[in-house]
Every structure is written in structure tokens, then in C-alpha cells.
T-cell receptor, first 114, second 113 residues
């Protein structure tokens, strides 16, 4: 079965510092991969996705992620953190074929310090 | 284009009662999925509907059920509520050609007392 692991349930950075949120998936067949962000008392917002093609994908709000098949990873980065980036981030995967179920990691809470 | 809407946003029920949650997908989206989010278990898939048919189901007891209408709106029902059913219930919709790309609503916060 597909599984997604997010390293670090809580990451704290200073405003202007690099943001790096880690995600690894387990699948012999590369799945489609996603990052979602959740602000307090809100639903999930799609940040970016990898399906096929270019392994470096850019998303909204200056975030990007790189799909590395050899490392089964899909880490999320942003060069310079902003206070408004403070939220919970979820990595998710969906297998191809007829499986329409998103499998989520446990989430990483990002805190941005002034 | 309006996003996914869910009603009600907040709900308080008593153990043993039943509840119905509603989800209206983005216009043109025909697939609707439901997820349960709790602090302990995280985000878990409940079920997915497409053209009024349940295509996938997660590992939840039969007390959890859903349906989809011809206009793609969906409802989920939980019968005989238990304290452990307290959660944020999220609905997501997607285009027929991009079922993997799911857009989420704000959720319904259910509290069972």
C-alpha cells in the first residue's frame, strides 16, 4: 500500500530563511505527488503537484518541490520564509490507474519567527 | 469560479444521533471525495463518488455512508455517532479528466458530545 512520510512534525524558521519540508513516499511505481497547505480553521489548498515531465515543479506563493525518484522524495522548499507562510503542510500521493484516493502524510506545522 | 462549498461549517451532536453533511463541488467537477481529519489519525479517505456511483471506499465502518446526486452535489451521513467521530470532514472535487487533482472545501467541524 502507498504510504507518505513527512520528516518533522514541526519546523521553525526565521523570517527570510530557507524553508525545507521533507516528504518521502513508498511506491515501486512513482505516484502523482502533491503538497497542500492548511491554515487554521480552513480546508486544504493545493500548493503544487507532480504528475509527469519536469521533476522540479513550481507552485503558488513561491514554493517549489523536486521529485527525486532515486530517493523516493518530494521535498518542498521556499527560498525566503514570510510570516504568512505559517501553516500546516501536507504531502500527499495518489497512485495511477483507478485509485482516486489521496494518501496523506501526517503533516508538518511550519512556524515563522520574526 | 466558486470553490467547493460545505454546509454546515460547524455542528454539535450527541452520541447516538445521526448527521448529514453536504458538499457542493466546483462547477464542472463530477468527482467528489470525502476525508476525515483528526489530530490522532490525520487525514483519512472515506469514499469517492463519480456520476452518482461510489467508486472507492476507505476503511471506515458501515455507519459512514454517502451519496451523490445528478448535479454532482454529495452528502455523507454518519449514523449512531460516537465520540471518536468528532473531526473535520473535508470534501474535495475534481474534473473528470483530472481526478487526481483534488480541490478541497473548508470542511465541516463535527463535535460529538
Amino acid at each position: 500500500a502507498q504510504s507518505v512520510t513527512q520528516l518533522g512534525s514541526h519546523v521553525s524558521v526565521s523570517e527570510g530563511a530557507l524553508v525545507l519540508l521533507r516528504c518521502n513516499y513508498s511506491s515501486s511505481v512513482p505516484p502523482y505527488l502533491f503538497w497542500y497547505v492548511q491554515y487554521p480553521n480552513q480546508g486544504l489548498q493545493l500548493l503544487l503537484k507532480y504528475t509527469t515531465g519536469a521533476t522540479l515543479v513550481k507552485g503558488i506563493n513561491g514554493f517549489e518541490a523536486e521529485f527525486k525518484k532515486s530517493e523516493t522524495s518530494f521535498h518542498l522548499t521556499k527560498p525566503s520564509a514570510h510570516m504568512s507562510d505559517a501553516a500546516e503542510y501536507f504531502c500527499a500521493a495518489i497512485s495511477g490507474g483507478s485509485n482516486y484516493k489521496l494518501t496523506f502524510g501526517k503533516g508538518t506545522l511550519l512556524t515563522v519567527n520574526p | 469560479k466558486a470553490g467547493v462549498t460545505q454546509t454546515p461549517r460547524y455542528l454539535i451532536k450527541t452520541r447516538g444521533q445521526q448527521v448529514t453533511l453536504s458538499c457542493s463541488p466546483i462547477s464542472g467537477h463530477r468527482s467528489v471525495s470525502w476525508y476525515q481529519q483528526t489530530p490522532g489519525q490525520g487525514l483519512q479517505f472515506l469514499f469517492e463518488y463519480f456520476s452518482e456511483t461510489q467508486r472507492n471506499k476507505g476503511n471506515f465502518p458501515g455507519r459512514f455512508s454517502g451519496r451523490q446526486f445528478s448535479n454532482s452535489r454529495s452528502e455523507m451521513n454518519v449514523s449512531t455517532l460516537e465520540l471518536g467521530d468528532s473531526a473535520l470532514y473535508l470534501c474535495a472535487s475534481s474534473l473528470p479528466s483530472k481526478t487526481y487533482e483534488q480541490y478541497f472545501g473548508p470542511g465541516t467541524r463535527l463535535t460529538v458530545t
